[in-house]
């Protein structure tokens, strides 16, 4: 089946849009880039589309009531409410550091969830 | 407790000036207010204006009471500590014509007792006023300026010291006589009281109601207006008025300095079908500029950063020529059922000469014993941004929360947002914050202080952030925690 | 009164003022001090919990937080001053400070002062969008605050308008959290965010993007309850016949920053109305000596990696304020933003040499040359493929000594080819 689509290229700030044609596992460059740059990221962006997932966990105990996260790597994008999901359901006790992993292997991917902001323990008196 | 001898309907500025002058009295008194608190409608978005008298017709109520009520403010405002300015007030005429109805004013004023009037030439305009143009003008010093949201909260705070206790959120739904008692029913319970006093505001024909058919149809007239910058603060000192225009029966487009130091653009007037529309709209917003940029042709675009819109409650139609008097009377049908029916401007002056005519129509009912613990004066502290650095110091010394900013903006402290919070009428909604000690009313409009006084309210009186309200019982902030559920 | 003195003072401890403070005392100031109002260092960045911070500096992309606890470590580890929930109330001529916190009133006396107060939001009524005064209105920045660091959800159904970086990163982020994200709305005909974030924060989740479209009218007595949009032409007057009516409980503003200067303003600081920050010269001091400014307060900067390298070169002045003899500056040369030009910073050169400028466009545009002409001289001629407002250009010019002889005026402009 060939499909045709535009890939919004992000690479730099123009923001060209190419057209794709998508055959199987082959794509053709149709048109719409200004450089070279675009075509290597249309071809990831047509077969294998990832995120950097960043958003937030509950923290008990802590001078903060969420600590931010973020992926240790960018995601797939037909997982990222799957892994929003798990994410959400995960609590984590004071006192969190930056870098510390949160989940390993999220949503049975090789990602880990790591905290972005250190969070000491609440002063309690 | 649900008796009481005296329930007064609406928490406005004329509900909490009865529930004051009757708190000196060995009274139980209730005030049910639907707001989540007081001033919560016309009361708080109007002119603010302490009117000197001169704009309504000698034999009328509205006459008298404001004329009584402008005597009665200093003492109020010393023993309430509201604050009041009495920045006096410019008539202009902007032709030889106009200049007739400054002198029908004069001679009204005269006829009502007002001191101190006199027409005066351009040139003197100037001296005083070097950004209006006009022609001539009637020069009124006995009109002043206050906040009418603090005037009311200081009326209805002090009433609740001594006593008097306030229902916010609460709406009268039904009212019946038995016998010598009304019930009455609220959506917080049931309650009884010996007499009633409609002091509902726009409602006022809805309480009516519920007891007779109403002898009288509400006009609502909604008025519009523009706050600017306090950087232009110095473009007046004084209130600018054009000549009031004859068609309506209501004032023109005023200028008005505020107690803040901002200016205040309006109100206009526009008779409405839905007497809670207090929208402000693109078309009026742009005319009230204009017609004010006619008086101060200095004023600046990019000036205004606010606007707002208040309801009169009119007893009379624009057909008519929109002028009623105020009809305060006990009900002939329903004795010990008493109405203020029409309070607009000058309502807010009006209030504390109103409260005493209430007090003798009630001593005609029950009999009035005074209070000998009455707490005339209330506990007032200056503002941290307006005490000396002596004072702040020492207040810091104290307690720490005074040295912790809340709004950037207006120099709030934390100690200022838990007074606030603290009112004894009970109010916890982030305007009664914002009424009480200005915290939001800057430059940036909350968007510092809103996420602490937020902090404030859940840890210091325990609020969950679900029932954070912005001002009135539905207007709620947040949907909720997005982990761990609520608390 | 608690009397303090300092070499460097620096006001506001986000990104800028960090990078400012802690360059301040490499470059030798011995007692720098930094004030911030929040109980936290890092101003804005704790809440920008995406990525995308710190690109050009590093190569690596971190998140708002990860970055500000880069600064914040080294600037601990500095030796630094860090006076934490403490507001300025102000600063007079002599460089004196008035600042409160829980321990009481502070004076400060300053050799040096860095302004690094960042910006605050752009709101409703600077707008003046008609209609009622519901709950539910939020500007983007404390929409953000809420979700990312108090776990506080605004709304669920929502209406932006704006469609800069900001209101595009928060799109996706309420649709993270659950909210249905009826669309963005934008007056002008293109985005004023970045393709970037058009990309991961609009398309990958189908959220309509409504170009050339106001908001004119807000409808809900107690919380919002509907938001009327409109097309407007190229004049931006609305075009009748086009209103639709969204239902909403929430309308997200993404309406700019605005430059918080009301303390330079306040002690007569001359304030460049087209940048809404202080008139600086090439060392970032504003036209009271010994003040300088830097970050957002500056000018609204596109990267914090371009803000904290201006920020580090304030600091750096600032602390040499305090050493070197100030020179005669009564010849200066005034830079103007020309044609195709929003702004210019620095707007004084006060000495020759080499001097960094950084300047915005008016409007998109592809191929252009960039020219700065200075007494009839060009100074520089340059392409540039594209050219767009939202992202800042930084060129750099060596200003010839001849050229500071007599007062004369630089010019920056965008031609067509």
Known sequence: MIAEKNITCIVCPIGCKILVRIDGMKLEIVGGNKCKRGIEYAKNEAFDPRRMLTTSVLVNGGEWPIVSVKSSKPVPKEKLFSILKEIKRKAVNAPVKSGQTIIENVANTDISIVATKTVKNNKIF | ??????????????????????????????????????????????????????????????????????????????????????????????????????ERLKKVGISNSVPGLKI???????????????????????????????????????????????????????????????????????????????AAGLNCMEVVSMLEKPDFQLYPCRGEYLVLDKNYSSLINSMIYPVPVKELGVLGVHISPTIEGNILLGPSAEFIDDPYDKKTTDETMKNLFQEAKEIIPSLPDKAVINAYSGIRCKLASPESGGWADYRIEESKNMPGFINLLGIESPGLTAAPAIAKEI????????????????????????????????????????????????????????????????????????????????????????????????????????????????????????????????? | MIYHSADVVVIGGGPAGLAAAIS?????????????????????????????????????????????????????????????????????KKLEIIAVNKTGLHQIKASAIVLAMGCRERTRWNVMIPGDRPSGIYTAGVAQAFINLYNIMPGKNVIILGSGDVGLIMARRLKFEGANVLGVVEVLPYVSGLPRNVVQCLEDYDIPLFLNHKVICINGRERVEQVIIAQVDEKMNVIYGTEKKIGCDTLLLSLGLIPENELAKNVGIEIDSSTGGPTVNQYFETTLSGVFACGNCLQVYDTVDVLVNDAKNAGKSAAKNSVIQKKNKKVVTKVLPGRGVRYVVPQIISEPGKVHFTLRAEKPRESSVLYVIADNKELLKKRLPWANPANIIGIDIDIPSELMIRTCNLEVMLGDC
């Not at chain 2, 306030?166 to 049931?190: A, C, P, R, W, Y």
């Not at chain 3, 470059?27 to 995406?50: F, K, M, T, Y």
């Not at chain 3, 937080?65 to 001053?81: G, L, N, R, S």
């Open chain 3, 24 to 92: 301040a005392k490499k470059s030798g100031a011995e007692h720098v001090v930094l004030l911030d109002r929040n109980s936290w260092l890092g101003g804005i960045l704790p809440q920008c919990i995406h990525d995308g911070f710190g690109v050009e500096e590093t190569g690596v992309s971190m998140t708002g937080p990860e970055y500000a606890e880069k600064y914040i470590e080294v600037a601990e580890k500095q030796d630094i001053v860090m006076m934490k929930e403490t507001v300025v109330l102000q600063f007079d």
């Open chain 2, 359 to 487: 007090i003798k129509m009630i001593s005609c009912l029950i009999e009035l014993k005074k209070k000998n613990s009455f707490k005339s004066r209330r506990h007032r502290r200056k503002r941290f941004s307006e005490m000396s650095a002596e004072e702040q110091s020492t207040l810091i010394k104290k307690d720490e929360r005074w040295g912790r900013i809340v709004c950037r903006c207006e120099h709030v402290t934390e100690a200022e947002v838990i007074e606030a919070l603290s009112n004894p009428i009970g109010a916890n909604a982030i305007s009664s914050v914002k009424y009480r000690s200005r915290a939001g009313m800057g430059r940036c409009q909350g968007g510092f202080c809103t996420q602490h006084i937020v902090r404030i309210m859940e840890e210091h009186f325990n609020i969950d952030v679900t029932d954070i309200k912005l001002k009135s019982p539905n207007s709620n902030l947040f949907y909720g925690r997005n982990r761990g559920g609520s608390k």
């Open chain 2, 1 to 102: 407790m649900n008796n009481f001898q005296v329930a007064i309907i609406g928490g406005g500025v004329i509900g909490s000036a009865i529930a004051r002058e009757l708190s000196k009295y060995k009274l139980d008194v209730a005030v049910f207010e639907m707001g989540s608190d007081v001033a919560s409608g016309t009361s708080k978005a109007n002119s603010g204006v302490v009117h000197s008298g001169i704009n309504s017709p000698s034999s009328s109520l509205k006459a008298r009471f404001c004329i009584e009520g402008n005597k009665m403010f200093q003492v109020l405002a010393n023993e309430l500590g509201f604050p009041l300015r009495w920045v006096g007030k410019y008539v202009i005429a902007k032709n030889e014509e106009e200049v007739y109805e400054l």
């Open chain 2, 120 to 198: 005066i030439d351009r040139s003197e305009v100037k001296n005083e006023e070097p950004n209006v143009s006009c022609f001539k003008a009637l020069w009124v010093p006995t009109a002043g300026i206050t906040l009418p949201y603090q005037f009311t909260m200081a009326l209805a705070e002090n009433a609740a010291e001594n006593n008097v206790r306030f229902f916010l959120e609460t709406k009268v739904t039904g009212l019946k006589k038995q016998k010598n008692l009304f019930l009455i029913k609220t959506n917080n319970g049931d309650f009884q009281a010996e007499l009633v006093v409609n």
